[in-house]
Structures are given as structure tokens and as C-alpha cells.
């Protein structure tokens, strides 16, 4: 029904920037939730950053001031623009998504494929 398509990881030096792009596409009819989370080697998933539908945002405590999402609500895109990097950031960063598929309420729930970021001198 709806796909996320992720872009813009790399390798990048401690203190430089990426900007994270998730496109989604498919049967769209409301996009209620976009957020990114990631998954550091030997770690659990976490939460990195949430954009809400009304405009609202949540930060993880380790990447606020660094880390910003944004929305393009006519292409459907979220972005985590992240600036100054630090090893410990290094990880797989997921794009989630809550996105309404039809006027009745009915939603869909999922993840992109992933996209690594390594930060490293």
C-alpha cells in the first residue's frame, strides 16, 4: 500500500553534516506521523526524531541542537538534517511512518529499508 524510500546516508568525518531523505508514496491519504529512529551496532532500535501531522516535534536528548526533521508536505518527504556528527551517531537510521490510507480512519505502519550513516575520521 505505501512505500518509504530512504536516502542520503554515507560516511562522513566527526563534526560534518547529512541531510536524511524518506519519500513516501503509495495510497496516501493523510500522513499522520514521520519520524526517523536508528540502530548503533550491539544496540537496541531508538527513537531519533518524530515530526507529528499538526506540526509538533520530539528529539531524542542525544541530537537536539544537531539534529533537525523536516517536512515537504507536497512531495510526501520527511528530512533529518544532522549536523555536527559524532561517532556515536553512527548507525542504520530507519524512516516510520503513520500514514492514513482512505477518509475512514483506516492506516498503514511501517519502516523503510534503511539507510547507514558512519561517522569516522
Known amino acids: 500500500q505505501v512505500q518509504l524510500v530512504e536516502s542520503g546516508g554515507g560516511l562522513v568525518q566527526p563534526g560534518g553534516s547529512l541531510r536524511l531523505s524518506c519519500a513516501a508514496s503509495g495510497k496516501i491519504f493523510s500522513i499522520r506521523e514521520m519520524g526517523w529512529y536508528r540502530q548503533g551496532p550491539g544496540k537496541q532500535r531508538e527513537l531519533v526524531a518524530v515530526l507529528i501531522s499538526g506540526g509538533s516535534t520530539d528529539y531524542a536528548d542525544s541530537v537536539k541542537g544537531r539534529f533537525t526533521i523536516s517536512r515537504d508536505s507536497v512531495k510526501n518527504t520527511v528530512y533529518l538534517q544532522m549536523n555536527s556528527l559524532k561517532p556515536e551517531d553512527t548507525a542504520v537510521y530507519y524512516c516510520?511512518?503513520?500514514?492514513?490510507?482512505?477518509?475512514?480512519?483506516?492506516?498503514?505502519?511501517?519502516w523503510g529499508q534503511g539507510t547507514q550513516v558512519t561517522v569516522s575520521s
Open positions: 516510520n511512518a503513520l500514514i492514513g490510507t482512505a477518509p475512514d480512519g483506516e492506516t498503514w505502519h511501517g
